[in-house]
């Protein structure tokens, strides 16, 4: 999938990874896309809801190889 | 002449119409509402600062309106210098007394150490908060300092009970810039209308 900004969030632990993606995302532009690397497993859940309760798009949630990878599409 | 209208019919008519309209109102309502959070942090120790600045930040990362009221101990939490937060084993058998270091067997180690050998030991909080500051790094936690960093970044609102503050022999000087100085009475209607309110 193609994205604008990308988000190594790999070693992080709850909250970061939501965190450093809300800000990320606060500078990027409406309609970009923004992929998320992280290792954390309650990430899985947590940008669900992260994306749920901004109306950021959650378009893309996959694991890989002990990875979460997302892409969430700026409002 | 027309008839008098029936009032029963108009109430009728009235609620049929307020059936239809309002779970419809009711939702935009709910929706356009920016939720709120408000949290009273009480505690002054590592471990227990924790909660009020991770709710808080994530809060605020979700678009939430955050207010922390800090009161007694958790001034301890919006000092200037927050190096010298400390958690302490002692008294405290909730929590594991683990080895950061070592292989992985080590690290799985349970350290049962009995309350009276902790307290007679010199310097065993210092021992076991560097430990502890230990695990956090190791486990990519942030540290309280960022939390809050990125707390005051995303507006979460930082009130201190102004009365503890003088209880504590603490003066403004001591703390973050940016906090405000309050009481009880300008805690309680922030409480009141927010949607989540936590006692820590």
């Given at each position: 999938m193609n994205f604008d900004r990308e988000l190594d969030a790999r070693g992080l632990n709850c909250p970061l990874p939501i965190l450093r993606a809300k800000k990320t995302l606060g500078e990027m532009q409406s309609g970009q896309v923004l992929h998320i690397i992280a290792t954390d497993p309650g990430s899985v859940k947590d940008f669900?809801?992260?994306?749920?309760?901004?109306?950021?798009?959650?378009?893309s949630s996959a694991e890989n190889n002990k990875e979460f990878e997302f892409h969430i599409k700026r409002k | 002449m027309g008839a008098t209208p029936d009032i029963a019919v108009i109430d009728d008519l009235i609620r049929q119409r307020l059936d239809e309209i309002l779970p419809q109102k009711l939702k935009e309502i709910q929706d356009s509402k920016t939720p709120s959070l408000a949290i009273i942090a009480t505690k002054g120790t590592l471990d227990w600062?924790?909660?009020?600045?991770?709710?808080?930040?994530?809060?605020?990362?979700?678009?939430?309106?955050v207010t922390i009221f800090f009161t007694f101990y958790g001034l301890n939490l919006v000092k200037k210098d927050i190096s010298d937060l400390k958690v302490s084993p002692l008294g405290n058998p909730g929590m594991p007394m683990k080895m950061p270091f070592g292989p992985d067997w080590f690290k799985s180690v349970n350290w049962n150490i009995?309350?009276?050998?902790?307290?007679?030991?010199?310097?065993?909080?210092?021992?076991a908060?560097?430990?502890?500051?230990?695990?956090?790094?190791?486990?990519?936690?942030?540290?309280?300092?960022?939390?809050?960093?990125?707390?005051?970044?995303?507006?979460?609102?930082?009130?201190?009970?102004?009365?503890?503050?003088?209880?504590?022999?603490?003066?403004?000087?001591?703390?973050?810039?940016?906090?405000?100085?309050a009481g009880a009475a300008s805690f309680l209607p922030v409480a009141q209308v927010s949607d989540v309110c936590l006692f820590i």
């Open positions: 669900q809801a992260f994306a749920k309760q901004t109306g950021n798009e959650l378009l | 600062a924790y909660p009020p600045f991770i709710l808080a930040s994530t809060a605020s990362a979700l678009g939430w309106d009995p309350n009276i050998v902790q307290a007679g030991i010199p310097g065993f909080e210092s021992v908060t560097s430990l502890m500051q230990q695990t956090i790094k190791n486990n990519g936690v942030a540290s309280i300092s960022e939390l809050r960093e990125l707390s005051q970044e995303a507006g979460v609102k930082f009130v201190a009970c102004q009365m503890t503050v003088e209880l504590f022999g603490f003066s403004h000087d001591d703390f973050v810039d940016g906090m405000d100085y």
